[in-house]
Structure formats: C-alpha cells, structure tokens
C-alpha cells in the first residue's frame, strides 16, 4: 500500500493495522485515550513554534485518533466513521442558521450568544455543559468565562473586571496574614479567575500567554545553568547575585 491524498484510503490503512499489528490490534478505547490528549497538546506546540511543517504532521496523527476510534466502535457497531462526519456536519449546518438557514446576524458575537441558544435548545440543561472537567483550569476558566458573556453574563467593560482583580487581590493578602492554607488556596483561585476576566478583554488568552512565559522562564533558567556550569560552579553552590547577573544577560538572548 503506497500513501495517497484519499480520506477512503486512510480509513482502509488503519482498518489493516487494526487487523494485522499485533500492537493496533490490542488497543482499546480506553488504552490510547490519554495519547489522543497527547497528540493534540504536540500540535499546539507546534502551532506556538510556528512550525507548520510539524504541525501538518500532528494533525495527521489527531485525525488517526479520529479514524483509530471510528475503527473499533465500529468492530462492536457501536458508529463508524461515517456516522462521526454525519453528525459533525448536522451539528455545524443547525447551529449556523445565518449561513444555512434564513437567520440574520449583525457580528461575531450575535453569532455566539445564537450558538449557545441553539445548545441549549437542543438539550443542554446550562450554558457551561459540554466544558470538559478536565480541561486544564486556565483554559476551564476563559471558556466559561467567555460561554457566560455570550449570554449577556459579563461586566461591560474592562475597568470593572479590573476593580474585581484588585478587590480579589486585597482579600487574597488579608487572607495570607491568617496563615490560613484553605482559605489562602481559595482567594488565590479567585484571582486567577478575575485575572483571566481582565485578560480576556483585551482578546488575550490566559493558557498561551502562561505557556510562553514558562517557556521564557526555562530558557532563562538553563542558560543560568549552562554559564555556571561553564565556570565550574553548580546553582547549589552559588549566590542569588551570582546566578541574577547570568539571568539579566539571559533577556538579551531569549526575549
């Protein structure tokens, strides 16, 4: 079998992995369910790196997730592969009236709040179902965030979501003074919370904007180490001033 550009010849590929490797043919559901996360967490690096050679590949290893997991449903009858874009399509026609129906919306953001309306219509007892409880929190956070304002749940401009962060902040402080670690814990997700409320005013996302400052800070940090290391000195054995003057020097190579 040679590669082709064909959807009907990946499916007809995996369907033979499924059938002849002895690894394809063990796995379940269950058993590949945190690679399938894994694939999708590589192609948002890609993405951040702007390698799109690499995120081309990643894409192509979440649709072998989509067409691995079709395969097995199937063995068991449970849907296949068709019944997964059947159902895609229907959801994308119904919840888009204004382009496949005779709904007319002003913007962006009367398309949203019809979205959530239609999901609701649909069966959805609230506006946050479907949010994965899973979810890395600070992604949780913005979407809830953002399916509340489309319904009208939302401060209506900025300042007041940042008078919100600084009445969280001061609580947060008067709460660390009582030694308190549940107390403390609750008020800091508190502001994280508002935090991610400001941000998302100004069209800022709060899990990319803290992953390219953790990218920023291991950097940094290793270029610490690397130049220590280079004067034969280890972080245990040296000064908060020593290692700052490497970390200065550090933002000139990595902005």
Not at 144 to 165: C, H, I, R, S
Not at 236 to 253: C, G, I, N, R
Request: hydrophobic letters at 35%; proline letters at 2%.
């Amino acid at each position: 079998m040679k590669p082709s550009r064909k959807f009907e010849d990946l499916v007809e590929l995996v369907a033979i992995l499924r059938k002849e490797c002895p690894w394809d043919r063990k796995q379940t559901h269950y058993s590949i369910k945190d690679n399938l996360v894994e694939e999708a967490y590589e192609a948002i690096e890609a993405l951040d790196n702007d390698d799109f050679y690499e995120f081309k590949k990643e894409l192509g290893d979440l649709l072998l997730h989509v067409v691995f997991h079709s395969n097995m449903a199937n063995e068991t009858e449970t849907f296949e592969i068709g019944d997964v874009i059947y159902t895609l399509m229907d959801k994308l026609i119904r919840r888009h009236p204004h382009v496949f129906g005779e709904t007319e919306v002003e913007g962006e953001e009367q398309v949203a709040e019809n979205w959530e309306n239609i999901k609701l219509k649909e069966g959805k007892k609230s506006t946050l179902d479907g949010l994965p409880a899973h979810l890395p929190a600070l992604i949780r956070a913005q979407r809830m965030q953002e399916k509340a304002a489309n319904v009208g749940f939302d401060w209506p401009e900025w300042k007041q979501a940042w008078d919100k962060l600084e009445e969280e902040i001061t609580e947060f402080k008067e709460v660390l003074e009582e030694n308190d670690a549940e107390k403390s814990a609750d008020e800091f997700g508190d502001v994280l919370f508002s935090m991610v409320n400001v941000a998302r005013f100004f069209n800022l996302v709060a899990e990319d904007s803290l992953r390219k400052t953790n990218r920023k800070f291991e950097q940094r940090f290793r270029y610490v180490e690397e130049k220590l290391k280079q004067n034969g000195k280890a972080l245990k054995d040296s000064t908060l001033e020593e290692m700052d003057v490497y970390w200065e020097e550090s933002k000139s190579a990595f902005n």
